[in-house]
């Protein structure tokens, strides 16, 4: 195995995290034709409360352990890094164990609470069943995170992209062949089908898992995962329990905090629009599309954000640990520049498209692209602030990583019903109101967080200000055209091949001239380095072209 910088690290991980979204993307096309909106709906209602309860059992740990692991790497304390990630196996087990109880306990319960009084197609025993199928992933997906969290403390970057790779595809698999032969061939109830598909993460997680411990076992020597000597330090296993717990709880608030954005947001619109007399069948589309079904095209945004992560936790602890405040500042630097700059076009292009893109991915649907438009804002918001997070617990500012997760989740949720009853009463969709309050609450949140970087670590933003003013000129150049082009297109977006057409005519006019203003203003070299732009273009080209002398 080969170690990876930040640079190289970020550009692998991301690379295989944009795989793995755009593959969860496109899955959703086939899987919404096979169990429909109602399906969706149901999907959406286990999905959201799985993925909580997974927060609560693992989501810390990867994280954690990834720092840990890079901190006692870099002071060379072997023994110490071994126990801390077999101390962690045994922590999340008893965990896993706990957290899958509860969720097939008390399924019914939870789809009595999530449905309440809503009286359309699905019922909370249907819920309940969903849930109770996808329950077995929290005994797998923790213990894949640990294994990330000790290779990438390692730097190690290309593994854990490979197993989500690994993941995702047996995922998928089961999710479109589980449902279609359930519904198809069996003709068993729609319930059952969905059942079937979240079932799907518990294989996918089991897949990955194995591979994984193929390469930890293949490299045992490389880890040095047989280094029995001395305990370094009085490095005692009560100390690095307490350690791990220190370090993955603001990880796993962080996580819940993000999930609970969607759930909310669900659930609050349910209950508001049910009460606006909205359709049944409206609310529930509505509501799974705001929290799952608008994410997915979203997490295209998202996936820079994430694939940065990875590589952003082992660096900057590492340059902490070592007192390197330049490092630490160029590199804090150097994140809120790529992800603003790698998503500020997806989000304006995907605003530009939202209609066509919804009709492909889920048909056509009046309130479909009039969600997207805001979601994708939302989605670029809660991209800094996850990249802020993931800073201020790499370099330990806890309280301030309390703050903004819980000051940004509070004011979303005050504020989701009385912005959906302003927008009501205003003549404006009132669910527009809940991603509006999901946008206050990511902004906040990032305004905290830049502040508390600012004052504690004496970070100054010039150099992400100044290619944040840079990059609006490509953009907008961007933006312009395809305003213009569009406005001649002779395409129907509302068929699927009118919209496939507007997709890519779109796609192939508006990334060259993103990329080539950027080029020629300097701003991908500014970014990513002279030295790795030429390494990334000469792969890109097998060799063909590069921009160095």
């Known amino acids: 195995m080969k170690k990876n910088n930040f640079v190289e690290g970020t550009i692998i991980a991301t690379t295989a995290i944009v795989l793995v979204k755009i593959l969860g993307m496109l899955y959703v096309i086939p899987f919404y034709a096979i169990v429909g909106s109602d399906g969706g709906a149901l ?156 079932f799907g993460a518990f294989i996918g997680g089991l897949g990955a898992v194995l591979y994984l411990e193929h390469v930890m076992h293949k490299n045992r020597s490389a880890l040095k995962l047989q280094d ?119 989000v304006l292009g995907l605003m530009i498209l939202a209609t066509p893109v919804w009709r492909v991915f889920y048909n056509s649907n009046p309130y479909g692209p009039m969600i997207l438009r805001l979601a994708v804002v939302s989605a670029l918001f809660a991209n800094v602030y996850m990249i802020l997070s993931t800073i201020l617990q790499s370099l330990n500012k806890f309280k301030f990583v309390y703050i903004v997760s819980i000051v940004g989740f509070v004011t979303n949720a005050l504020l989701d019903v009385p912005i959906m009853l302003l927008f009501n009463k205003l003549g404006i969709e009132a669910f527009l109101g809940s991603i509006v309050a999901s946008i206050i609450g990511f902004g906040l949140s990032v305004a905290i967080g830049l502040m508390a970087l600012h004052r504690t670590m004496k970070v100054e933003y010039h150099a992400t200000i100044k290619v944040l003013f840079k990059t609006l000129i490509p953009a907008g150049a961007m933006v312009l055209c395809l305003i213009i082009v569009n406005a001649f297109l002779p395409f129907d977006v509302l068929s699927l091949s009118g919209a496939l057409m507007t997709i890519i005519i779109d796609v192939l006019i508006g990334a060259p001239i993103y990329l080539g203003l950027s080029y020629k203003l300097g701003i991908l070299s500014s970014i990513f380095g002279a030295s790795m732009l030429d390494k990334i273009i000469k792969k890109l080209t097998l060799g063909k072209l590069k921009i160095k002398d």
């Open 228 to 346: 029995d000597g001395p305990i370094e330090n009085n490095i005692t296993d009560k100390a690095i329990i307490k350690k791990i717990i220190f370090y993955a709880v603001p990880f796993i608030i962080i996580n819940i905090v993000t999930n609970l954005y969607n759930f909310t947001d669900q659930i609050l619109v349910l209950r508001t629009l049910e009460h606006m007399h909205y359709s049944s069948q409206d609310v529930e589309f509505i509501a799974s599309a705001i929290s799952t079904w608008s994410p997915k095209i979203c997490m295209i945004i998202n996936a820079m954000a994430m694939g940065m992560t990875v590589s952003l936790i082992p660096t900057i602890v590492s340059a902490s640990t070592k007192k390197d405040h330049h490092e630490v500042n160029d590199k804090i630097n150097r994140s809120l520049s790529m992800v603003t700059y790698i998503s500020l076009p997806l």
């Open 43 to 198: 999907y959406s209602y286990a999905y959201n409360i799985y993925l909580i309860f997974l927060g609560i059992s693992s989501a810390g740990l990867p994280n954690a352990i990834s720092k840990i692991i890079s901190e006692y790497n870099t002071l060379g304390y072997d023994n110490a890094k071994n126990r801390t990630y077999k101390l962690a196996k045994r922590i999340i087990y008893l965990i896993s164990i706990a957290t899958f109880l509860i969720l097939f306990i008390f399924a019914p319960q939870i789809g009595s609470f999530i449905i309440g009084d809503l009286s359309g197609t699905n019922t909370s025993a249907d819920v309940a069943l969903v849930i109770r199928f996808v329950a077995p992933a929290v005994l797998v997906i923790p213990f894949l995170s640990i294994t990330k969290g000790y290779l990438q403390g390692h730097k190690y970057v290309s593994p854990s992209s490979i197993s989500q790779l690994i993941e995702q595809v047996l995922r998928i698999g089961v999710i479109l062949v589980g449902s279609f032969f359930v519904l198809n061939i069996v003709h068993a109830p729609l319930s059952l089908a969905v059942g079937i598909a979240v």
